[in-house]
């Protein structure tokens, strides 16, 4: 059940293509789930905040068990170190984007669709977006801008995404998975807060004082091998 939830976050929380604008500061993606697996509730979260810089890049979950597992993910691009920093235990896990778990390959069939929706004051146009991982057929619908994008791709689980592209960034992604022997999974993820880097604390994207440093990943990523 961990491998299914970070493959599904590691598979749709933002991508970042054809950038449009450098926007630098806090995009907040609110989860809902219409369709859920009885047992995972409690592990799920209710949204996922990035903060984005051109020297850092920030990633927390906000709700669920998953969230405290993993903690808040930051990306110094400067020299490719990711931290895990795990607020209920104190402590930071470190390591080197070169040294993360990789996803397989996988090559999605992407189709533009038709129709039009506004979110956050910006016109999107949707694309289906069919990924076939193992026994598992993912469904998405990816509701884009290209009127909006932010500075730097950040390392949101601190794993490399699929090769999913499609013109500008979702500000919406609706997804479908039906999981053998589990019943079906629907995750729908919208933006609903965007906030400029200078509206931020300065410290928003610093290790913070204190806390125990260790190297490697958390444990989270050893469960379910």
């Given amino acids: 059940m961990n491998r299914i939830f970070v493959l599904l976050f590691a598979l749709f929380v933002p991508l970042c293509i054809q950038a449009q604008k450098n926007f630098e500061g806090l995009i907040k993606y609110d989860i809902k789930y219409p369709e859920s697996i009885p047992g995972m509730e409690s592990m799920l979260p209710k949204s996922t905040e990035t903060i984005v810089s051109q020297k850092r890049g920030l990633t927390r979950m906000q709700g669920g068990l998953q969230a405290d597992m993993l903690g808040d993910v930051l990306t110094d691009y400067s020299n490719g170190k990711v931290h895990f920093i795990l607020h209920s235990s104190k402590v930071i896990y470190s390591t080197t984007e070169d040294k993360m778990p990789k996803q397989d390959e996988v090559k999605p069939t992407i189709k533009k669709g038709k129709g039009k929706m506004r979110i956050m004051g910006y016109d999107c146009v949707p694309y289906t977006v069919e990924i076939k991982v193992n026994d598992m057929v993912v469904n998405s619908t990816f509701w884009t801008t290209t009127q909006f994008e932010p500075a730097r791709q ?26 053998p022997g589990m019943g079906s999974f629907k995750m729908e993820m919208t933006v609903t807060q965007l906030k400029e880097l200078n509206e931020l604390p300065n410290n928003v994207l610093s290790l913070p004082a204190g806390y125990t440093q260790k190297e490697g990943l958390p444990p989270v990523f050893q469960m379910g091998n």
């Fill in 154 to 179: 950040p390392n949101t689980v601190g794993m490399s995404t699929p090769n999913v592209k499609v013109e500008g960034f979702p500000m919406k992604i609706e997804t479908s998975v039906p999981i």
